[in-house]
């Protein structure tokens, strides 16, 4: 890295294969018997994973920024960096390439009005260790954001030990680290993700995992809840338990946590201790008396959506070009929900997201935002709290 970069993504990559289906009116199950011979029509191949989804939409946004993804010396690894090169020649200078090894891939089996079905090969994901990337190429980096450590059992393993030991090193270089996090799979069921968290966020500058991920990991008991009936506004929005979590991971370390709450939006509460915000890193921005001690919900942005994926990555991105441009965190948290409007218009995670000036052109034309129906909890409370609702106004 010759030039101070904004941002540097890493963690977990993929080749997306997503099929067809003719016969899309029947489900899998009825589909996919022994013996069938199914139809089905060209194929979108496309790359996944937060490297590629974070990364292309930082690039959209107008930033620079390096991706440090593990691919392996197969065709689907000249697949994956061919199809990054396509963004930006620069944006994989950086990509580590390990030989004889194995690329990362996910058959994505989706039909209208059915689950889908993944079919995924951690390949390369799970080798990836601290040692795979060279910190010195850090050096010069504003922001180091890494992604989906429980699909890369290198970094979640010893709880979170791998982890650790990457954030650990960037932090000394004075970088400031964001952490996303992904659903665990069954591979890593044995994990004390309560343990991981203790360990891994005292590293962190900005958590932002999803609702269902973090309470997943937190509270076993709602975990099952949500899988039995989905997200629910009684228990996302009135149970309190937005308040309790993130009370609960800024003690951990971070200075902000953002939690992605899908349709309901987007929460971040931050830090309430100056220093904490001293020690951000070298080149932030942001005003720090206008962080401190927040406590904001802002709801989502009104759109026709073709499809979700990418959305949370989306919404990152927004989250992370305000925090390194140095908005206020109202227009930072407006930002990222905007950017995620954008991404679900289309079907794949990243061609529906434009310039950043296009997005703040189209937030000041009155872009309507979906009304959440709130308690008087969210009207007072002891931090400096703020809900951004309808049509961008602020309700104290």
Not at 74 to 93: A, C, H, R, T, W
Request: with cysteine; hydrophobic share 40%.
């Amino acid at each position: 890295m010759t030039k101070r970069e904004e941002v540097v993504v890493a963690g977990h990559i993929c080749l997306d294969i997503i099929p067809k289906i003719k016969d899309c009116k029947k489900s899998l199950s009825s589909l996919l018997t022994p013996g069938k011979l199914i139809e089905i029509e060209p194929a979108d191949i496309c790359t996944g994973g937060v490297v590629a989804n974070t990364g292309i939409a930082l690039h959209r946004l107008g930033l620079h920024p390096r991706l440090m993804g593990k691919v392996g010396s197969d065709y689907f690894g000249s697949m994956v960096i061919d199809l990054l090169k396509e963004q930006n020649p620069n944006i994989v200078e950086d990509m580590i390439v390990a030989k004889e090894e194995s690329t990362s891939y996910t058959i994505v089996i989706s039909q209208p009005e059915f689950d889908r079905m993944l079919l995924h090969y951690s390949g390369t994901n799970d080798t990836f260790k601290a040692d795979d990337i060279q910190i010195e190429c850090l050096e010069n980096a504003k922001l180091f954001h890494f992604g989906y450590p429980p699909l890369m059992s290198q970094m979640y393993k010893n709880n979170g030990r791998g982890l650790v030991e990457l954030l650990s090193k960037v932090k000394k270089l004075g970088v400031t680290t964001s952490l996303d996090m992904a659903m665990p799979d069954s591979d890593s069921d044995s994990v004390d993700w309560i343990k991981f968290l203790q360990n891994v966020l005292p590293f962190v500058d900005i958590f932002l995992p999803s609702f269902e991920e973090i309470v997943y990991m937190l509270d076993p008991d709602l975990s099952k809840e949500l899988r039995d009936n989905g997200l629910q506004e009684e228990v996302v929005l009135h149970s309190g338990v937005l308040k309790n979590i993130s009370e609960r991971l800024l003690a951990m370390g971070p200075a902000i946590v953002a939690i992605k709450l899908g349709e309901f939006g987007l929460y971040v509460r931050t830090a309430d201790k100056t220093k904490r915000f001293a020690d951000l890193g070298t080149y932030t921005q942001i005003t720090t008396e206008g962080w401190l001690n927040r406590e904001i919900l802002v709801s989502c942005y009104k759109v026709n959506v073709a499809g979700t994926i990418g959305a949370g990555d989306s919404t990152i991105a927004g989250f992370l070009t305000g925090f390194l441009k140095g908005l206020s965190i109202e227009e930072t948290v407006q930002s990222a929900v905007a950017v995620g409007a954008c991404c679900v218009e289309v079907a794949d995670a990243t061609t529906g997201i434009p310039s950043w000036e296009t997005i703040q052109s189209r937030r000041s034309t009155g872009w309507s935002k979906v009304e959440l129906s709130l308690t008087d909890q969210w009207k007072y409370n002891d931090v400096q709290q703020v809900w951004l609702g309808v049509n961008d106004q602020f309700f104290m």
